[in-house]
């Protein structure tokens, strides 16, 4: 049975988005969005799609979270031997999409990605919760696997290979950092008339400008 989504819209109502409004740096826009986001979404506000293509120029999307942005990129933290791995090994270049519904905003990011130095994904995978360092190791990430049991098991065999001792980061798994060359800010306005700031990076300094809804 087909449910008929046609009709579904909402309209939106957002503070204005001006050109004389917006800093030269992007980033800083994105840091005042980001800190505004977390506080409406929550635990989501850092969640973003993350697109990259194959060897065949195929596209393939995903949900990751942000774990982190300055003025260098915006990282975020993977097994470099899963599908997105892969993908960036071979065309380091990708795009990523926030969306922050109740805000009504959208922030979208395209770049060339470049691993994060050892000592960055040490001190993040230190950071984290024992069961997600195990995870790391436990999760052969995109490799198909008989059932669950299979992931269980391996699970209790870290557990106890590492029980009472500090769990070393794996070597496969570690950051990648999206270097920014074009930053767009979306607010939904009503009647669909939304403002739409698009930043690119050219001759060493970012240029702004406002496109069609």
Do not use: C
């Amino acid at each position: 049975m087909t449910r008929n989504i046609a009709d579904i819209r909402r309209d939106y109502e957002g503070g204005r988005l001006e050109e004389d409004m917006v800093p030269s740096r992007p980033m800083e826009l994105f840091d005042e969005w980001m800190t505004l986001a977390l506080d409406a979404e929550g635990e989501d506000g850092n969640v973003m799609t993350l697109a990259t293509v194959d060897s065949q120029g195929l596209p393939h999307a995903r949900i990751v979270l942000l774990k982190g942005y300055d003025d260098r990129g915006l990282v975020f933290y993977t097994n470099y031997h899963s599908h997105k791995g892969s993908e960036l090994a071979n065309v380091p270049h990708a795009a990523m999409v926030f969306w922050w519904p109740s805000l009504g905003r959208q922030v979208r990011i395209e770049g060339q990605v470049e691993q994060v130095s050892s000592e960055e994904s040490d001190a993040y995978f230190n950071s984290r919760p024992r069961a997600s360092q195990l995870g790391a190791w436990v999760a052969t990430q995109s490799v198909v696997i008989p059932d669950r049991l299979w992931i269980e098991e391996r699970q209790h065999r870290f557990e106890q290979a590492y029980e009472g001792q500090a769990i070393p980061r794996p070597g496969h798994w570690g950051g990648y950092r999206v270097v920014p060359e074009m930053i767009e800010f979306w607010q939904g306005q009503p009647s669909r008339l939304h403002d739409r700031i698009r930043y690119e990076y050219r001759d060493d300094t970012w240029h702004a400008f406002r496109l069609a809804p």
